[in-house]
């Protein structure tokens, strides 16, 4: 089925244009490199100097070190490792994800995560000899993660990006795992997780071709909910409003066009499936995952081989790079807006049962222009209405606007107009 005539009516903001457009030259060069490794696999080599997973991330970490010195420095590049062990890897394995870190000016401490994994896979996942060239899973997610760091260094952010390039996850979401306890370990105030994996196909398996718009997944109640907090969220009726649902309404928000478009995926993930965002979601952080419109299932997770005239494997000729810049420019968009926003509200609040109006509090937040308060009917999904007010705001009366009817949501603003995600409002205790 194509979303396109559903994701015109969401799409509200054009692209920002204070970066250059994602590159299709620089981004095929990437896909090129890294399917030249031969294999990716977890398991491959890490020594080699040209094949397997070490000669892969060697090459990131270098690459990302020019980058860093084009800009003059702003990119700290880093390795962080741990040694896992699981059903697809029973001797253990030293898993290393590779990151560039651009620390921001004004915000450092909050923290943005632009991610793809490095590693690939046949259709045995402990074959890690076999060519596995992993083209568009994920050596596209990984393409994006680098053109975005080349260009997004070109500017001064307020909140911190770190560009991560994560190993592990076919067997296991290792790469994500040991990245979110990296963000806990040190304290990263993570304000979303956008987590790239296949985004450079257009072909689809039954034979459609969709390049109007990319999907992205999120989670509505949050799997790190206690009991009680989840008991709240059903009475309150924010089962549709949780840090990652807003995140995907954020990347709707400014990464559609008239001619792309964002359709959120109410659902964590794609059934019997999981990505690298999920151990950011068991840790409490804000992630979303960007996922091609259509998959072409004989191109994933396949040995490199045609059967009656059926080719099957990962290569980089079935890839859309011009699809995948537009995937790109949606992932850059976002960062930006959060990276220039401040903080989301750290509370939001309504009063006005058995009233005919409703007033809406929030807490103050450190730096903020201003405050977006946003409303909408309570059958609708996307917010409809809003009302700014001055930063020294931190409560807005509605008249007429019925408590029951309707939900409330609140988004700090910056001086620049790059908006927070939005805090939903529940109803005050």
Known sequence: ????????????????????????????????????????????????????IGAARNWAA????????????????????????????????????VLAIQRGTTDPDRVIIIQGHIDSRVTDVMDATSDAPGANDDGSGSALVIEAARLLSKEK??????????????????????????????????AGVLNNDIVGNTHGQGGDHIDSYVRVFSEGIRFAEDHDAALKRRGIGGEDDGPSRALAKLAQRVGGSKDFGVVAIRRPDRFSRGGDHLPFLEAGFPAIRFTEATENYDREHQDLRTEDGR????????????????????NIAAARELANAPAAPGSASITGAVTADTTVAWAAVPGAAGYR???????????????????????LFLKNVNIDDNFFGVAAVA???????????????
């Open 1 to 52: 089925m194509n979303l396109r005539p559903l994701l015109l009516a969401a799409a509200a903001l054009p692209l920002t244009a204070a970066a250059p457009a994602p590159s299709t030259t620089e981004l095929h060069k990437t896909v090129e490199k890294l399917v030249s490794f031969g294999t990716r696999h977890t398991l491959s080599s890490a020594t080699d100097a040209k094949r397997g």
């Open 62 to 97: 270098g690459r990302f070190a020019e980058i860093a010195k084009d800009c003059g420095g702003c990119l700290t590049v880093e390795r962080v490792a741990d040694r896992f062990t699981g059903p697809r890897a029973p001797a253990g394995v030293v898993v290393e994800d």
């Open 157 to 190: 952010l307020g909140a911190t990006i770190v560009y991560a390039l994560l190993s592990g996850e076919e067997q296991g979401l290792w790469g994500g795992k040991l990245l979110a306890d990296t963000a806990r370990k040190r304290g990263w105030r993570v």
């Open 311 to 330: 080719k099957y494997g990962d290569t980089i000729d079935a890839m859309d790079f011009p699809y995948l810049a537009k995937v790109t420019a949606v």
């Open 373 to 395: 308060v946003r409303w909408r009917r309570a059958d609708r999904q996307d917010w409809t209405e809003m009302k700014d007010v001055g930063a020294g705001e931190t409560s």
């Open 415 to 429: 001086k620049n107009g790059a908006e927070s995600l939005v805090t939903f409002a529940g109803a005050q205790k």
